[in-house]
């Protein structure tokens, strides 16, 4: 993996995914090294994403490494109109590797091109997040000891959102189960399950979990919004229908995990929080371990 | 008049691309940059034909094409045949072949790629070629057939 970027969740086999796992577990132990000591990595925001920046900018500063960059477009020479082009070529010259958030899609991969370091995609527009897609495959095999053969339930707005796309090509590996729960709206798309045909993969879809919910060895949450619905009317019947709570959970499998890329709006009530089942916080805070692991991999410092 | 017909509908050497259909006859001249070449081009269009209805054809005199770059009219003939002619003889029948990547020619059909809103290139690879679909390789959306602008 050395100096290769990391654009999108395809462009790593499925041992390079285990290699960035058992790294990602070596920090979890001992997050704290100076192995990046001396090292300069840009983190270059063109759309805001706190989370996800102070995520990639701590793996960094704990490992001892430096960084520069910019958190908006709006504060950079961006909004002068420069090309993505010629910051990715003025950036280059200064750092070791690149991380990059970019509402367009495909900036990141345009960017790999330009640039003369490794460039690491932290979201580009509705497509790809890789870094998210390998945090969730490090909760998955923490919490169920293993990836193979596992029931994933994906629930709520399948069509738009871009985890649980990449999550279902990055799973592809280990012989899953999937469970499609979603309103008629925001079903997976066509192309996503024709790529699970082709590979023998097996999965269902449905309208409500709670019938089946005592399936499943992973629950997925995402978002259902408002704005994706072309009838109001049909947001207002089918909202509640993919709220979890608490009292949903009396029948699942005692290693069953609640995931969600966060952040969450209502679609997980508070109720859940409580419950040693919901994962999420310890899901995003495993994102750090993964990133110190993808960096200090691309920088072939591990 | 007889010589004149001899001179539009024969060459002596170069290339015929037959079976473009007719309403696509201008994109191919514009993927082939036809507007360039400065040896003699003539073309026919809505001429009868069983497969398309109307068809078109494009006799270039003295240019002979890589396949590189007849393959890349596959987007918008793909059942073109090109005769290759020296001294008034067809010496060879080519098919066009659906190319596995193209660069440039068509235009993502994401509003949001980079490819549509800075000078990017578009680049694809070819997923399917009987009902051609594309991959931008930037954005990693699917342009159809259907969808197709070329550039
Ligand atoms: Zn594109």
């Given at each position: 993996?050395?100096?290769?970027?990391?654009?999108?969740?395809?462009?790593?086999?499925?041992?390079?995914?285990?290699?960035?796992?058992?790294?990602?577990?070596?920090?979890?132990?001992?997050?704290?090294?100076?192995?990046?000591?001396?090292?300069?990595?840009?983190?270059?925001?063109?759309?805001p994403?706190?989370?996800?920046?102070l995520?990639?900018?701590s793996?960094?500063?704990?490992?001892?490494?430096r960084?520069?960059?910019?958190?908006?477009?709006?504060?950079?020479?961006?909004t002068?109109?420069?090309t993505?082009?010629?910051?990715?070529k003025?950036?280059?010259?200064?750092?070791?590797l690149?991380?990059?958030?970019?509402?367009?899609?495909?900036?990141?991969?345009?960017?790999?091109e330009?640039?003369?370091?490794?460039?690491?995609?932290?979201?580009?527009?509705?497509?790809?997040?890789?870094?998210?897609?390998?945090l969730?495959?490090?909760?998955i095999?923490?919490t169920?000891?293993?990836?193979?053969d596992?029931?994933?339930?994906?629930?709520?707005?399948?069509?738009?959102?871009?985890?649980?796309?990449?999550l279902?090509?990055?799973?592809?590996?280990?012989?899953?189960?999937?469970?499609?729960i979603?309103?008629?709206?925001?079903?997976?798309?066509?192309?996503?399950?024709?790529f699970?045909?082709?590979?023998?993969?097996?999965?269902?879809?449905?309208?409500?979990?709670?019938?089946?919910?005592?399936?499943?060895?992973?629950?997925?949450?995402?978002?259902?919004?408002?704005?994706?619905?072309?009838?109001?009317?049909e947001?207002?019947?089918?909202?509640?229908?993919y709220?979890?709570?608490?009292?949903?959970?009396?029948?699942t499998?005692?290693?069953?995990?609640?995931?969600?890329?966060?952040?969450?709006?209502n679609?997980?009530?508070?109720?859940?929080?409580?419950?040693?089942?919901?994962?999420?916080?310890?899901?995003?805070?495993?994102?750090?371990?993964?990133?110190?692991?993808?960096?200090?991999?691309i920088?072939g410092?591990? | 008049?007889?010589?004149?017909?001899?001179i539009?509908?024969?060459?002596?050497?170069?290339?015929?691309?037959?079976?473009?259909?007719?309403r696509?006859?201008?994109?191919?001249?514009?993927?082939?940059?036809?507007?360039r070449?400065?040896t003699q081009?003539?073309?026919?269009t809505?001429?009868?034909?069983?497969?398309?209805g109307s068809?078109?054809?494009?006799?270039?005199?003295?240019?002979?094409?890589?396949?590189?770059?007849?393959?890349?009219?596959?987007l918008?003939a793909?059942?073109?045949?090109l005769?290759?002619i020296r001294?008034?003889e067809?010496?060879?029948k080519?098919?066009?072949?659906v190319?596995?990547?193209?660069?440039?020619?068509?235009?993502?059909?994401?509003?949001?790629?980079?490819?549509?809103?800075?000078e990017v290139?578009?680049?694809?690879?070819?997923i399917q070629?009987?009902?051609?679909?594309?991959k931008?390789?930037?954005?990693?959306?699917?342009t159809?057939?259907?969808?197709?602008?070329?550039?």
């Open positions: 993996m050395k100096n290769k970027s990391l654009v999108s969740i395809t462009d790593y086999s499925r041992d390079e995914y285990l290699k960035i796992l058992d790294l990602a577990a070596e920090f979890e132990k001992n997050p704290n090294q100076e192995i990046l000591k001396g090292k300069l990595i840009a983190t270059l925001f063109f759309e994403s706190t989370r996800t920046r995520s990639f900018e793996a960094v500063n704990r490992l001892g490494g960084v520069v960059g910019f958190s908006d477009a709006s504060s950079s020479s961006v002068k109109g420069e993505l082009k010629d910051t990715i003025m950036v280059t010259n200064y750092v070791d690149i991380v990059m958030r970019h509402p367009l899609e495909g900036a990141a991969r345009y960017a790999s330009v640039a003369s370091v490794p460039v690491v995609n932290a979201g580009d527009g509705a497509n790809q997040h890789p870094s998210q897609t390998l969730d495959l490090y909760s095999r923490k169920q000891g293993k990836l193979e596992l029931n994933i339930f994906m629930i709520g707005d399948l069509k738009y959102g871009r985890t649980v796309h990449s279902l090509m990055a799973m592809s590996h280990f012989n899953p189960t999937f469970y499609f979603s309103p008629d709206e925001l079903k997976m798309p066509k192309e996503y399950l024709m699970l045909e082709q590979r023998g993969i097996k999965y269902y879809e449905y309208k409500d979990f709670m019938p089946i919910i005592s399936q499943a060895d992973i629950v997925y949450m995402t978002r259902v919004q408002k704005e994706r619905f072309s009838d109001p009317i947001y207002e019947k089918t909202k509640n229908a709220i979890l709570r608490n009292s949903m959970l009396d029948n499998r005692p290693n069953m995990k609640i995931l969600h890329p966060l952040p969450r709006v679609e997980i009530a508070a109720d859940v929080d409580e419950n040693p089942k919901a994962y999420y916080f310890t899901q995003a805070l495993n994102g750090l371990y993964v990133r110190q692991a993808i960096i200090s991999s920088l410092l591990k | 008049m007889k010589d004149k017909q001899l539009v509908s024969a060459i002596k050497n170069g290339t015929v691309i037959d079976h473009i259909p007719a696509n006859l201008f994109k191919v001249i514009s993927i082939l940059s036809l507007e070449i400065d081009i003539t073309f026919g809505n001429l009868d034909s069983k497969r398309f068809k078109a054809i494009i006799k270039i005199a003295d240019k002979y094409f890589l396949d590189e770059e007849v393959n890349k009219i596959a918008v793909p059942q073109a045949k005769n290759i001294d008034y067809v010496i060879e080519r098919d066009v072949e190319p596995d990547s193209i660069t440039g020619i068509v235009k993502c059909v994401n509003p949001k790629c980079i490819t549509n809103n800075e290139i578009a680049k694809f690879s070819v070629s009987d009902d051609i679909a594309l931008c390789i930037y954005c990693e959306k699917i159809h057939q259907d969808q197709m602008t070329i550039i």
